[in-house]
């Protein structure tokens, strides 16, 4: 049924049923031929498949075959001839007992396309049967009195064959008071009747011995024979009657034993004990004798068997009433059996076709035809399977039904069906049957392979061993079998720059990823790819996932010493007033490290000084301060050894050497002072060296505080103009120093460096902040990106 159709399911049903009953008559016609009974086994009915104008070559591709509603199969069909065979010999008396004609329905079932063909044999009689009497004695008691002319009925022979070759005529012996007629009960059956041809004389004869001869019309004729002793009874004028001469009778056929089926009535109008009747069956068969019985006093027939409406309709019991003088009646009670819904319909397959493909509509799943033995309302059916299946009911002819798939199916959705086939009659209470089928639902490969994740992100620590397990990527593929068995292969980045077959492989059974050499964190911190999972079908479905894979950095890289540099030339002295109060800063260690997080966390500690106790180092920031005044004590020339140490695991540390020198007051910052020898307050003579020395010095500051104003202005100009072309991507000059997030400078924050004169000694005197914000350089573009320590003047 369409899921969209909101008629209800019996009522489609019920018209569906009358709109097939109707074509159905149609297609009813069928092909008739005719064998005779006993015909030997192997003999050739006809030539069906010319008659019904198949091809004898495409029988066998097309499956022909017989189907019938019974489990006996007569006939064979020969596929490569087109031959209907008989298999074994036909009793037709078996078969079909006394109906005439004798016809066996069948029908071959073609396929590819479905065809029914209806065939009819008709199976013909042989005299293979004689006229039989079932008593072989027969008495009869006539009264002496009886008039010539007096016609006596007598039990009648029984000859299974039909037609010319059943019983046709009696006859009896010669004898001087008898000749017998022969008689036909209305349905067909002939009986004897005895006539009278002399009056009968008790004193002179009281017993006539006749032979009574049944022959039938066959070629040559059989007969059957039975003694008759006739016995002449003394007077008795009056013989029963009968109140009519048929009585009709009907009775359920599921009726329990012992029902009243009928009475009759016989009046005698003699007197005393001639007048005593009784009754009793006159000839009538075994099976009748066991199915009912005659009380022979109330004439009340009841039933004491089982009926079988569907075995037999109609009973005719022949009834005979007797006085005690020998004088008797007949009638006949025509009994008929009713019918009752007893019988459940019957579905017999013809064919299962399972397991079907998902993608195949209009595929015939299964062949059947349904039965019910009951007649009339009881014997109609309705077939129906359950609603919302994929699946329909289509009539053919003689009750058959073929059960088709409507629509494209999907395993993957359900991979088998349970069908109930129900076939229920129209009786009250109606009777159903119902038979269960499976189908199964075989794979396509219409299913993509599916990644449980849409990317993958995974993470390897730098200095790795080759060949490291890093992670895995799944996809999973609904259909089964070969269809859902899936491969995995690396796809090379679109810009073909990065040999990803040199840092990554992949295990093509379960999707491993492995990491083919040792990563490094400063070289690359970020890169990715794309993973195609194909599964085995035929054509290939394929599906992709982009994986990640981050780099974990380790603590690799000692700190670098950015001021003052180590760099083995003339140290850098820092100078310091001696009228300096404690906490004075003296200069700041800046320092870097290569690695990221904890790894580039640093701290300071001073290693040695030539006076502990006169400097301190602040351990977050590296700043060198004074710890308490200065006194003439303290030697001009300070030498301290500051470590720098990072936060990794190991810690790695490198230490940085300082050279301070304690001046009475700052000369100019960019020229270098040579040591002096210390001058005595008594000394008058060199009092006027000091006073142009003093001057000297005071105009070479002036001058130099002019000079770094305008190369000061000059530079600010030019960084602005650089960070106004400064994004997300740019890249520093390769003379720049990445410290963001790193070593002792905050974030987002260039440092300009500026030396004293003779930059070659590599002394800084001071740190200034050259651009207040820098945008945050993360990982991006998958490559290692640093944002830069720049030195203004030009030193690497």
């Not at 039989?132 to 002319?149: H, Q, R, T, W």
């Not at 009726?255 to 001639?274: E, M, P, Q």
Request: hydrophobic share 35%.
């Amino acid at each position: 049924m369409r899921a969209k159709d909101k008629t209800p399911g019996w009522m489609r049903q019920v018209v569906f049923l009358i709109i097939y009953l109707n074509i159905s008559e149609l297609w009813s016609e069928s092909v008739r031929y005719s064998v005779l009974e006993e015909s030997e086994s192997g003999f050739v009915v006809a030539n069906v498949a010319k008659d019904l104008g198949l091809i004898i070559g495409n029988l066998s591709v097309r499956e022909a075959r017989i189907i019938s509603k019974s489990d006996e199969h007569y006939f064979h069909f020969n596929l490569k001839s087109g031959d209907l065979i008989l298999k074994e010999k036909l009793d037709r008396e078996f078969l079909c007992e006394q109906k005439d004609p004798c016809v066996v329905n069948f029908q071959i079932l073609v396929e590819n396309p479905l065809e029914f063909f209806g065939l009819e044999i008709t199976v013909g009689d042989i005299n293979d049967h004689s006229p039989v009497f079932l008593d072989k004695e027969i008495i009869l008691n006539i009264p002496e009195n009886s008039p010539v002319g007096t016609e006596i009925q007598m039990q009648s022979a029984q000859d299974l064959d039909v037609g010319t070759n059943s019983l046709q005529e009696y006859t009896i012996s010669p004898n001087s008071h008898f000749h017998i007629k022969t008689r036909s009960h209305s349905d067909g059956r002939k009986y004897p009747e005895l006539v009278l041809d002399k009056t009968l004389d008790r004193e002179k004869q009281a017993e006539i011995q006749l032979t009574i001869t049944a022959t039938d019309g066959g070629s040559p004729p059989r007969s059957g024979t039975a003694e008759v002793h006739v016995l002449v009874v003394d007077i008795n004028d009056n013989a029963p009657v009968f109140t009519q001469p048929r009585y009709e009778a009907q009775i359920l056929e599921n009726s329990r034993a012992g029902s009243l089926v009928s009475t009759v009535t016989a009046n005698d109008f003699d007197a005393g004990i001639n007048g005593e009747i009784s009754y009793k069956f006159f000839h009538v068969s075994d099976h009748i004798q066991k199915t009912f019985e005659i009380n022979p006093i109330s004439g009340e027939i009841r039933l004491i068997g089982e009926l079988d409406f569907e075995t037999r309709q109609s009973y005719m019991i022949d009834i005979q009433a007797s006085d005690v003088g020998g004088l008797s009646a007949k009638c006949t009670v025509h009994v008929q059996v009713m019918d009752v819904n007893d019988n459940r319909p019957e579905i017999t397959m013809s064919s299962i076709n399972s397991p079907i493909p998902e993608n195949s509509p209009e595929t015939v799943v299964a062949v059947f035809s349904i039965s019910d033995r009951d007649s009339g309302d009881n014997g109609k059916m309705i077939c129906s399977i359950q609603d919302h299946l994929p699946f329909i009911l289509k009539p053919t002819v003689e009750n058959f039904f073929t059960l088709v798939a409507h629509r494209t199916l999907d395993r993957e959705s359900q991979s088998e069906y349970n069908v109930t086939i129900t076939v229920s009659d129209l009786g009250s209470p109606s009777l159903k049957t119902e038979q269960n089928i499976t189908v199964l639902i075989s794979d396509v490969n219409d299913n993509h392979p599916i990644f449980n994740q849409t990317s993958y992100t995974l993470y390897v620590r730098e200095n790795n061993s080759p060949a490291l397990y890093i992670g895995s990527v799944r996809a999973v593929d609904r259909d089964s079998g070969q269809n859902a068995r899936v491969s995995y292969s690396l796809l090379s980045p679109e810009d073909g720059d990065f040999p990803l077959s040199t840092y990554i492989s992949i295990n093509s059974d379960n999707g491993n990823l492995y990491a083919l050499r040792s990563m490094d964190y400063e070289a690359i911190r970020k890169f990715h790819f794309a993973v195609r999972a194909v599964d085995s079908g035929s054509p290939a479905l394929s599906n992709q996932t982009v994986v990640w894979v981050v780099v974990l950095d380790d603590n690799d890289n000692s700190p670098f010493v950015l001021y003052p540099l180590q760099n083995g030339t003339s140290p850098c002295n820092d100078l310091v007033p001696r009228w300096a109060e404690a906490g004075y800063l003296v200069t700041k260690v800046v320092a870097v490290d290569s690695d990221s997080a904890q790894n580039s966390w640093l701290s300071f500690q001073l290693l040695k000084a030539t006076d502990p106790g006169l400097f301190s180092v602040w351990p977050h920031n590296g700043e060198v301060r004074t710890t308490r005044l200065i006194t003439d004590r303290d030697a001009i020339k300070q030498s301290l050894v500051v470590l720098v140490k990072d936060h990794g695991e190991p810690p790695l540390s490198t230490a940085a050497t300082l050279h301070v020198l304690l001046v009475d007051g700052f000369s100019d910052p960019y020229i270098r002072i040579p040591e002096m020898p210390r001058i005595g307050e008594q000394e008058d003579s060199l009092t006027m060296y000091l006073v142009i020395a003093l001057a000297s010095v005071s105009f070479l500051f002036l001058f130099s505080v002019i000079v770094f104003i305008v190369v000061k202005l000059w530079s600010r100009r030019r960084d602005t103009t650089e960070a106004s072309n400064l994004g997300p991507e740019c890249h520093f000059p390769g003379h720049l120093v990445d410290i963001n997030s790193t070593g002792t400078l905050s974030h987002n924050y260039r440092y300009e460096v500026c030396l004293t004169t003779g930059s070659g000694n590599s002394e800084f005197q001071f740190l200034k902040p050259v651009i207040p914000s820098l945008p945050d350089q993360g990982v991006g573009n998958h490559r290692d990106e640093k944002p830069p320590f720049r030195n203004s003047l030009g030193f690497n």
